[in-house]
Every structure is written in structure tokens, then in C-alpha cells.
């Protein structure tokens, strides 16, 4: 049956050791040289054997404390006679591992019992790694009754046991008032180890304030602007409704610009045609005209369509064909026109003032017309503005089943009547459609 172990371990490792092996190097690092001035060396009244007292500051003398102040802890160092010593070399090990080896020499070497032992030991630390190990024992009962003797220049302060090595270095036995100092150490320690963290905080503060500055002041203009943008929500509303409007009014500014003003292109295609040619249909998408009809020459009529100003892009989209006997051929042309010149103007015309109302005509009279302008001369736009109101229905022409010229049917936008001729000299334009005579 296989037996239950307490031993923590993952993956064959135990972690007890693990954590032991990571630990121990660190238990030291007060003594790190980066790190060893946070632990300043307490001052220390040591008591030779010869009646002499001195000062000492860690493992160095600073001398005779005539005239000084009383440090707060004390030494007695005790006479040859009361010490047995043993130096021994030891291989490279640690600090830990060098304390439990001189215990383990000084209990087996040891001529006292083991209650009555009292040791101490100072590493030397070679330059291989290894350390050599000064060892040194004594019987307690022996420190007591010398401590006894002594007892009237320690004035009750418990003191530590110092033997001193052959190169004047102290060696502390363990067991007496060496803990007191430690204490103090590890206080001075602390102390020296929260200063460390509070300037490490004042210096992350004094990092991060501009940081968290300019997040204040970016939150503060967040909100700034959220509070602006309720306020000016309405007003934006409005300005978007104004940029909708002029975009509309430029779309329809665009639109109007490339209207075409279909008046204008059949005034010129009246006078532009010749006598011998009649349309059939006439046809006007956008800038683009399709016309057909009858002539004599096709060909002589797109050439003249091509020379015409404002007239781009001449074509025959299907061959002239001749129409029996009649020497005429069917024809049908398609062109492209200029909008800025059969184009509709962009802003209307200023009114034309009336000088005087037209009077009334005589009972039983012809009514007065206004005189049209001279044969082959196109009507201005004002002139159109100010007409009179259209002849009624049933003079106008119909071309190839489109528009209605005449009636009440308009074409561009403008309502105009035909013109009256004024004299016998002046003749009215051609209407397109009908035959030139």
C-alpha cells in the first residue's frame, strides 16, 4: 500500500527547498554594499580585561571613550584564559551554511556540556569562494562569574560577549546581548526601507501629477463640450438645415445653368434651315437634340448643322433614305447643344417697367397687338416677360406629336403668344415644323 507523504512537491521538486533556496539569498540583502547604508553601525562601549573602556563603531575602534557619551549598548571582552579558539577552512558555501557548520565543529569539538557551551564564530572570505572560520568557545558558568566582577561598570545594561581575534576583530558569542543591537539594526533598517518607499512614491507621484493633470483637464473640456453642444444643438440643428438648403439651391443652380432653352434652339433652327427642308419631329433631352424631317440634301444639311455655332457633336444615327419620286430624303440628325449658348440664364431678368396701360380697345375693333420683331431676329427674354397673355388655342403647330406651339402648352418655362407682324415689310419668324415656302 503506498504511503501518504506531507511533503509538498510538483513535478518530483519539493517546494519546501525550492522556496528555501530562493529565499536565502535574499534574507542578506541588508549587507548588499547598495543597500548597507540603510543599516548604520550602532556605537558599542566595550569593557577590556585590563579595566579600559573604548568606543566602537561596527568592527572598527574609534577609541577611548574618555570625555564621550555613553553609548547605549556594551561589550565585555573576555581574557585569554576563559577562551579555547579552532580556525578551520570550509569550501565555498553560504552564509547560512557556514553558520551551521562552525555550530555542528563547535558541539563536536566542544570539552563543556552542551548546555553550558557558549561560541561564537568569524568568517574570512577567501578570494576562491571558500572562508576560513574563526571558532571560539567558552563555559557559560565561567562568563557569569566573570560578568559578576564586572558588574559594577556595566550598571545593569546586559552586555555582549566579545573574544577578540588575533588581527583585532571582535568575535560576538552567541546566547547574551548581541540581540538587542540586532534589533536596533533591523529598526534603523526599516525605517531606512519605508523612507526608500516614500520617496519612491513622492517620485511617482511627482511623475504621474502631470498625467493625471492634463486627464483632468481633458475630462473638464470633455464635459465643456458635451454642455456646449446642448446649448448649441439647436443653432446646429439650423446650420444643417441651411447647408441642406444651399446644397439644394447649388443642385438646382447646376440643374438650371444647363437647362436648355428650347425656344431659342427652334428660332435658330428656323433660320438656320434651309427653304427646302420641313421637320417632322423634333426632340430635346437635356443638351442632346434629335431631329428628322425632309430635304433634298442630307449630307449639305449636317455640314451645315456642323459649322453652326453652339451645335457639337453632329451625327446621323441611322442613313438618309430616299423617298420615291419625290427627290427628297428622309433624314435624322443628332447634336449636342452649348449650354452657354442655348442655355436658360441662370438669374431672372429685371422687370421691364410699363410706361403707360394699353388702352381699350374700340367697340367692335380689332384689338391692338404689339409689333413682333423683324423677320429672322430671335424675341429677347424680357420682351417675353412683358407679353401679353398667349392667343388662344388653336393657332399653334404640332411637330412630330411633341410639344404644342400656340396653345397653352409652353416650352422652357415661359409663357409667350406669337408675334403679330407690324408692317407689310417685316415678315414672322418661320414656325419649325412647316415648310419654308
Not at 446646429?236 to 438646382?252: F, G, I, N, P
Not at 397673355?389 to 404640332?398: S, Y
Request: charged content about 20%; glycine content about 10%; some cysteine.
Amino acid at each position: 500500500m503506498p504511503s501518504l507523504s506531507s511533503e509538498a512537491r510538483f513535478l518530483g521538486v519539493d517546494l519546501r527547498v525550492l522556496w528555501h533556496e530562493i529565499r536565502q539569498p535574499w534574507l542578506r540583502m541588508h549587507d548588499w554594499p547598495v543597500f548597507a547604508w540603510l543599516t548604520p553601525a550602532a556605537p558599542v562601549r566595550v569593557l577590556h580585561p585590563d579595566g579600559r573602556q573604548s568606543l566602537w563603531l561596527g568592527d572598527g575602534r574609534e577609541g577611548d571613550l574618555a570625555g564621550k557619551a555613553r553609548p547605549p549598548f556594551a561589550a565585555v571582552e573576555l581574557p585569554e584564559d576563559l577562551v579555547l579558539r579552532r580556525s578551520m577552512p570550509l569550501p565555498p558555501m553560504g552564509a547560512a551554511d557556514v553558520a551551521n557548520a562552525s555550530a555542528l565543529e563547535a558541539r563536536s569539538v566542544s570539552p563543556f556540556p552542551a548546555d553550558d557551551l557558549a561560541w561564537g564564530h568569524r568568517p574570512h572570505w577567501q578570494a576562491h569562494g571558500g572562508a576560513r572560520v574563526d571558532l571560539v568557545l567558552s563555559s557559560r558558568r565561567q562568563i557569569a562569574q566573570y560578568l559578576a566582577t564586572r558588574a559594577d561598570a556595566l550598571a545593569g545594561v546586559e552586555p555582549e560577549i566579545w573574544v577578540r581575534t588575533g588581527d583585532g576583530m571582535p568575535v560576538v558569542l552567541e546566547g547574551y546581548g548581541e540581540g538587542l543591537r540586532r534589533v536596533h539594526a533591523a529598526r534603523w533598517r526599516r525605517t531606512g526601507y519605508a523612507l526608500m518607499c516614500l520617496i519612491a512614491l513622492l517620485l511617482l507621484a511627482i511623475a504621474i501629477t502631470p498625467t493625471l493633470q492634463l486627464r483632468e483637464r481633458a475630462l473638464e473640456a470633455a464635459q465643456a463640450y458635451g454642455e456646449a453642444a446642448q446649448r448649441t444643438a439647436p443653432v446646429v440643428r439650423q446650420r444643417e438645415l441651411l447647408m441642406q438648403s444651399a446644397d439644394k439651391l447649388t443642385q438646382l443652380s447646376e440643374l438650371v445653368s444647363n437647362r436648355i432653352e428650347p425656344l431659342k434652339v427652334l428660332d435658330r433652327l428656323t433660320q438656320l434651315l434651309p427653304d427646302d427642308t420641313s421637320l417632322q419631329s423634333f426632340r430635346l433631352q437635356g443638351v442632346k437634340v434629335t431631329i428628322a424631317g425632309l430635304t433634298n440634301n442630307s449630307s449639305a444639311l449636317m455640314q451645315l448643322l456642323g459649322n453652326e455655332a453652339g451645335f457639337k457633336e453632329v451625327r446621323a444615327p441611322s442613313a438618309a433614305t430616299r423617298m420615291g419620286n419625290t427627290g427628297k430624303e428622309s433624314f435624322s440628325i443628332e447634336f449636342m447643344l452649348d449650354p452657354h449658348v442655348y442655355g436658360a440664364p441662370v438669374s431672372p431678368p429685371a422687370p421691364v417697367a410699363v410706361a403707360s396701360a394699353p388702352s381699350a380697345p374700340a367697340a367692335g375693333g380689332p384689338a391692338a397687338a404689339p409689333a413682333a420683331p423683324a423677320s429672322g431676329t430671335a424675341a429677347s427674354p424680357g420682351a417675353a416677360a412683358v407679353a401679353a397673355p398667349a392667343a388662344p388655342p388653336g393657332g399653334g403647330a404640332t411637330f412630330g406629336g411633341g410639344a404644342t406651339f400656340g396653345g397653352g402648352a409652353t416650352f422652357g418655362g415661359t409663357p409667350t403668344r406669337p408675334a403679330v407682324p407690324a408692317s407689310g415689310s417685316a415678315s414672322a419668324p418661320s414656325v419649325p415644323g412647316a415648310r419654308k415656302p
